[in-house]
């Protein structure tokens, strides 16, 4: 049992080591702050990836709740409520909020979806911009506290990175119990084909409904906890180039998968890091990597690996002589979400 | 009343743009279902051309207008086949990412060559004509007017001639037209190449009023795809009223209810119908 756990989970177990070892490797407090806010944006991309990756619906207004949690902890926070009360709260304001705006959008489908979602991100961020009496407007939120417990604050880098590693592992159970459950079963139907699972007995709407709310909290939640370690937000944090950014971590991670989203948010930024020198010319490259992930590679860095994995395995078996006929991971449907 | 009159100048002014660009994008979106979401950014690019033809080179303003809808047909030709050709088959979805892509390639490219900040193309047109207590430069009168005979001549080329027709052939039945004899591949290239000419012709009529920067396609690509949803997928008389419609909301909305939130308006309205039909206006359903 325990062997087969660790044959089939090593690569977690991995990931999990090399996390928690993370703070006593890493000296330079640049870079840890980066680390800090990957595990952050890990979070987002998570999210992100349970609406598109395993629900397949592309939602754009992403960083729109990443904003609206961020602000409701900025501001309840700063009125007195202690963070552990805010940020749950916050998150579930985020969570209303995309049920509320999930009612009209998630009836459309495909690039309809994704504009009607994309418009409603530049509205928050526009009302965000002038709601000056709320939000401050364009200066935004400053001095927003830290979490505490106790008389401890969370103010020291590595106490913030570990409490952004607790959040991260309780939204990467929470996604794993989802996606391996009937609901998570559900949400790859109306992705893989919405008619068929409609035809089926699934109620569809109600299914893309659960799964938006539940990615908009998480996508809130994040938010929330980013409002309280940055200590200022401005209407830039629920900009529409946070969701490009995580949509292109979930692509080149590999959409669909748990370990792909983190990898990719990691994996990304640390890239463009040691392209510092490049300066603009960065981004281009960004966008040239962007085109060449989806065309060739359309499943990401984990569906690459995936696909690795199996053909070594069909090859191990078909040398072994078992030459039952394999259903190769390639045969899955060409598309990344 | 004058101020009434005004917004409604105005809001014609900003519509024409509006519907030029819509009617580019809503051929390739509606048409060949490609969701071109660099549509604006490419737009963005054609007024750039224009800039520079001008102020490098001392061009005038129409053969600079010229060079930059022959320029841009180009570029539309190339980024179809980089950019999309290669996922023709593959869910919308997976193209609307690799637009994602092209934009931030185009927005920063031009962040590189020419810098961040704004520009203004000198105008060609100054003066001002007073008529019924309405104050209008010549500009933007010549805007409107260039928008119409563009619609106007769009329309004969997709009704009247072998090209148009082709190109509505293959929107009505892909394999169909190919059977016909009809390039699809061709035809692909050419319905960029007009989609993104035009955008750059109306770029470069609208960038003597306002300014142009490396940001400006971003929220017009974005409003562009507003429209042709509004008006209903592939339906060209509808991104038309679409535009006018855009730009009367924008003007209105922002003179007498708030300029702050004037583009709230223009992505509100959009919500908001398709709330109440989701496939758009004149849509018919999607598969």
Redesign the interface.
Known sequence: MAVKFLREKWFYLVLLLAAVTLPLVVTDRYIFQLAIMSLIFSIATLSLNLILGYTGQASLAHAGFFGIGAYGVGLMTKAGLSFWLALPLASFISALVGFLIGLPTLRTRGSYFAIATLCFGVIISIVIGNWVELTGGHTGLLGIPRPKIGSFEFSSQISQYYLVLAFLLLTLFVMHRLVHSLQGLSFMSVRNNEPLAEAVGINTFATKIISFMVANFFAGMAGGIYASLIGSISPSTASFNHTFNWLVYLLLGGAATLAGPILGAFAFPLLMEYLQFLEDYRLIIFGVLLIIVIIYFPRGLMGGIESLQHRIKTRYRLRKGDGKNVVTASGKSHQAV | MDLFLQQIFNGVMLGSTYAIVALGLTLV?GILHI?NFAHGHLYMLGAYVSFFAMTRYGLGFWPALFISVFVLALAGVVVEF??YR??RD?????S???A??????L???V??IWGPQAHRIPNPYPGTIELLGMTMTQQRLLLIIVAIIMIVLLQIFIKKTTPGTAIEAVAQNREGAMLMGINVNRISSLTFAISTGTAAAAATMVAPIFMISPAMGA?LG?KA??IV?LGGLGSIPGAIVGGYILGLIEALGGGYISA??K??FA??A???I??IK???LFGRE?A
């Open positions: 979106f969701p980089l950019v290669p996922l593959q869910p919308h979805i997976n609307f990412i690799s994602i892509g092209a934009l931030i390639i927005e920063t490219g962040v590189v929220l974005m795809f507003i949803i702050d939130y583009d709230v992505f509100g959009l919500l908001l398709l709330a989701p496939t758009g999607v």
